[in-house]
Nanobody, 123 residues
Framework: QVQLVESGGGLVQTGGSLRLSCAAS????????MGWFRQAPGKEREFVAA????????DYVDSVKGRFTISRDNAKNTVFLQMNSLKPEDTALYYC????????????????WGQGTQVTVSS
């Protein structure tokens, strides 16, 4: 098993930046594909980005391509989401998640979840 704790959320103006972190503990971090998801009020949780076990592959939802970057540091058991050029529609609770197999975008195929960190983008 792996335990996940997100941090780095906050309130930012349109066009600003935030860097989310997700610290993992428990099973060896490098055995997990890591993903970031988000859930806005009244909406379903949606895929944002994912990164393979050693960082060789990444995937992004179209709405964040060119603005968000996912990365990981296996030595520090941490995955990051750098978010630039933020828009009000990026406002959501952001979750990191882990799974043992390849990158997928489907929420319920991730086995472990953090509690989330709130990102609010003001217009």
């Amino acid at each position: 098993q792996v335990q996940l704790v997100e941090s780095g959320g906050g309130l930012v103006q349109t066009g600003g930046s935030l860097r989310l972190s997700c610290a993992a503990s428990g099973s060896p971090f490098s055995t997990y594909t890591m993903g970031w998801f988000r859930q806005a009020p009244g909406k379903e949780r949606e895929f944002v980005a994912a990164i393979s076990r050693y960082g060789g592959s990444t995937d992004y939802v179209d709405s964040v391509k060119g603005r968000f970057t996912i990365s990981r540091d296996n030595a520090k058991n941490t995955v990051f989401l750098q978010m630039n050029s933020l828009k009000p529609e990026d406002t959501a609770l952001y979750y990191c998640a882990a799974r043992k197999n390849a990158i997928v975008r489907i929420t319920n195929l991730y086995d472990y979840w953090g509690q989330g960190t709130q990102v609010t983008v003001s217009s």
